[in-house]
């Protein structure tokens, strides 16, 4: 006799395990006072060199480190090294994006209360990482001038789960003719409000500000805490 | 893609609740899913039969409530769809709305239990 169908009420979401992982990730981050941020981009978008001209700028007056996801090699880890900051490397294998988990294994035997500020760079990837929260107080999506500006209309969905926008490699925008005020239109259209950075790790232009805008916001979420505690 | 790896953890949630309703098998899951969740109904309805492979849910059926984004629009002061996802602007009056109430889903509901 075959058992009688029933209907059950169930309403957990799929991705509980890692927002519960991502949820201590962001509490330790909080209470050892580092500001975390993540980047998020499609391959080739200029994460790791904007990454290492930012730890080497942070590097003289800041504890900065770093992880960097990647699907097969080392070689993001071996450049950022070059910054002097701690750098670890996570190979994801096949996975296409990080996850909380990921993040808190790499952390193993590191001191978070030495640190000002944690740098992990994703996979480059526009789709899968937007799914996975990684407990960062920032997450960071990379527009490179050389993508085109349509870049947020297809992928409307990263765009959405980051915070900041930063446009990359501006010292070629001339050459590429790149369209600065539509591409600007593009990001508002899918995620109204989000603030955009414009940058070159090369020639250095937008750094200052970029820096300045991480010193605020670390600020910020120390005074945060300081009231909260 | 990332889809089989939410079909792998879609499986793992379902097996947990149906062994805590000591059910003898599972026929329908039930999931919603928002546009903002990041992952394509397709490519999940096909992962998640890969991943049923060699589980009690094996055989089991998934299926996929679409739903729609759904934001708060500051000067309609209501709850409001949007024009599309490229376009987070109120249905009704157009202002550009970042403050999203719904469509981030990516959650199971239910399920069709045999006991």
């Known amino acids: 006799m ?5 209907l059950v009420e169930v309403r957990k979401n799929v991705l509980k395990q890692n927002d519960v992982l991502a949820r201590a990730l ?28 930012t730890l080497t700028l942070l590097h003289t007056r800041y504890k900065v480190a770093a992880l960097v996801g990647d699907l097969a090699t080392e070689n ?3 450049r950022l090294a070059r910054s002097q900051a701690p750098v670890k490397q996570i190979i994801t294998g096949t ?4 996850e909380a988990a990921m993040v808190q294994n790499a952390l193993d035997g590191w001191n978070l209360r030495d640190l000002d500020f944690l740098f992990i760079e994703n996979v480059g990837n526009l789709v899968c990482p937007s799914s996975y929260d990684l407990g960062e107080d920032l997450r960071f999506v990379l527009l490179s001038v050389t ?9 409307p969905t990263i765009f959405n789960s980051a915070d900041v926008a930063v446009i990359t490699k501006s010292d070629l925008a001339a050459a590429v003719e790149f369209d600065e005020t539509l591409a600007r239109r593009n990001i508002q259209a899918v995620r109204p409000g989000m603030q955009v950075l414009k940058l070159s790790a090369r020639t250095g232009e937008g750094m200052p500000v970029f820096v300045k805008f991480l010193e605020k916001r670390r600020l ?4 945060t805490h300081a009231v909260g505690t | 893609m990332h889809e089989l790896s939410i079909a792998m953890s879609i499986v793992d949630l379902a097996c947990e609740e149906a062994e805590s309703h000591s059910a003898l098998g599972v026929d329908v899951v039930y999931l919603k899913l928002g546009p903002l969740s990041g992952v394509v109904k397709e490519a999940l309805l096909f992962s998640y039969e890969i991943a049923c492979q060699q589980t009690p849910l094996e055989g089991s059926k998934l299926l996929i409530e679409e739903v729609p984004i759904v934001v708060n629009c500051p000067v309609c002061r209501e709850r409001r769809s ?5 376009s987070l602007c109120c249905a009704i009056c157009g202002t550009p709305t970042p403050e ?9 509901t239910a399920m069709e239990l045999r006991k």
Do not use: W
């Not at chain 1, 580092?34 to 060199?49: D, E, Q, R």
């Not at chain 2, 949007?82 to 490229?86: A, D, E, N, R």
């Open chain 1, 2 to 6: 075959n058992p009688e169908p029933r």
């Open chain 1, 26 to 53: 962001r509490e330790r981050f909080r209470e050892a006072g580092v500001l975390a941020i993540s980047l998020v981009s499609s391959p080739g978008s200029g994460k790791t060199a904007f990454l290492e001209r």
């Open chain 1, 76 to 78: 993001d880890a071996a």
């Open chain 1, 95 to 98: 996975v296409c994006h990080l």
């Open chain 1, 147 to 155: 993508e085109g500006e349509d870049k947020p209309l297809k992928y």
């Open chain 1, 220 to 223: 910020r979420s120390r005074s």
């Open chain 2, 82 to 86: 949007v024009q599309s996802i490229q």
């Open chain 2, 100 to 108: 999203i109430l719904e469509g981030r889903e990516l959650m199971v």
